[in-house]
């Protein structure tokens, strides 16, 4: 009897439980049926009937994706939006934008701008400590040149490649530019001499620091245009400033080392195999904006990013003839070399493109620089003072404008992409 009791206290148990599945599922039923309307998958091939006819799927509702066959249709949402950017007057005053001088005119713009470096070198905080790092002499021309990497110097190289190189030569940028016995770098008669000749008249380009900056990290860094230079660089700068999110045991060195040979790998179009997932150095796998702006903050003196004004000493007592701007570079050099009778130098047309980034525009400006931190545009200010002031750039103002820029996108993200010519590898954005 007992028995029997516990049969039928079980199988009620069991009559129940069937009995509230069915009411689940038939109510799961209705709800399906109610918004049925709200995702359609829509047949993209012709084999059969109508290929507008629509075939609902209810999994579509939760696990959107494409197949072969078919391609989940959603609610037109509207095109995602650029960033804001700051309402400012435009930063282009110093550029090509504006028609080029004659020698007249710029002749007295020329000399508005000597004039203003010798009024401000008072002011300046460590312009006045500054060395002459290297000075190159063309005696064909009889100009001299402190160069400023990262302010149009391999224009400059290219100018001047003609009077001393065959053609063959200045088309090659990689063959004159290294430091071998026939490159300008490596050959004496190119450094200048200890006095210099009395009709030498000398030149200095320079550029907006903080354009310069990130031109030197986008083609330097980015582009991974001279990785073998910058590998150990790259190294220590991943494990110094990238934050390993978990604790771990792994040798950090091996883990940059494989992250950088892919990234080299992939800008050279070889195949290489991706390494570990787990690699916190691969996304991306080189130092990103902010992490290369805590080294260069930290003491990193790099010839592309240096103050033009500590490397070629305008305060001391080097003398220059003319100061000519990247910004304006095509119109300035021109002039200068018809002032001087080098007029032979324009006709080189050879113009060496330093790096295959695409061009540099105000909102690719905004996002880099809206990586960092208050404090690193607070020093990158204080690094650059003496540029700013010496040759007239509004430092202030960009960091105002990128303040107000941040302040406007709170949600925005600086995504790191795998864009570059020649590239190859399976990651496209990462972040």
């Not at 905080?125 to 040149?145: A, N, Q």
Request: glycine residues 4%; charged residues 25%; contains cysteine.
């Amino acid at each position: 009897m007992s028995s029997l009791n516990t049969c039928f206290r079980y199988g009620r148990t069991v009559l129940f439980l069937l009995l509230f599945g069915y009411s689940c599922f038939y109510l799961g039923t209705l709800s399906v049926h109610s918004g049925r309307t709200n995702v359609t998958i829509v047949r993209e091939d012709n084999e059969q009937g109508d290929p507008a006819k629509s075939v609902t799927d209810f999994w579509a509702k939760f696990f959107v994706s494409e197949s072969p066959k078919f391609k989940a249709v959603l609610e037109v949402k509207e095109p995602v939006k650029g960033p804001v950017l700051p309402e400012t007057e435009s930063e282009e005053s110093h550029t090509s934008n504006v028609p080029c001088l004659n020698n007249e005119e710029f002749v007295k713009e020329n000399e508005k701008r000597l004039n203003w470096i010798q009024q401000e070198c008072p002011n300046t905080v460590r312009t006045k400590l500054s060395e002459i790092k290297e000075m190159f002499y063309f005696p064909k021309s009889d100009l001299g040149w402190c160069p400023v990497y990262k302010a149009a110097s391999s224009n400059v190289f290219a100018h001047f490649c003609s009077d001393y190189f065959d053609e063959e030569t200045c088309q090659n940028k990689h063959i004159k530019m290294k430091d071998y016995e026939g490159g300008f770098r490596s050959l004496d008669d190119f450094r200048e001499k200890d006095p210099p000749p009395e009709s030498e008249q000398r030149f200095l380009v320079v550029r907006d620091p903080f354009t310069r900056l990130l031109s030197a990290y986008r083609n330097k860094v980015e582009l991974l245009s001279h990785t073998t230079a910058y590998t150990e660089f790259f190294m220590d700068t991943l494990m110094h400033y990238r934050p390993i999110r978990w604790i771990t045991n792994f040798d950090k060195r091996d883990k940059a080392f494989k992250a950088i040979n892919y990234a080299q790998s992939m800008t050279e179009g070889r195949n290489q195999r991706k390494p570990e997932p787990d690699n916190p150095y691969l996304y991306p796998p080189y130092p990103t904006f902010k992490e290369i702006v805590y080294a260069v903050i930290a003491g990193r003196r790099d010839n592309h990013v240096i103050p033009a004004s500590q490397r070629c000493g305008p305060c001391g007592s080097t003398h220059y003839d003319y100061l000519l701007k990247a910004e304006t570079f095509d119109c300035d050099i021109k002039n200068m070399f018809e002032l001087t009778e080098n007029s032979r130098l324009l006709t080189n047309t050879e113009r060496w493109a330093t790096n295959q980034t695409p061009v540099l525009n105000q909102t690719m400006f905004y996002s880099y620089y809206s990586t960092l931190t208050s404090d690193q545009l607070d020093d990158l200010l204080n690094l650059y003072q003496d540029d700013c002031l010496l040759f007239q750039y509004p430092c202030q103002k960009h960091v105002d404008n990128i303040r107000k820029f941040k302040s406007l996108n709170p949600d925005f993200k600086h995504e790191y992409r795998n864009t570059w010519s020649g590239r190859v590898g399976d990651w496209d954005t990462i972040s």
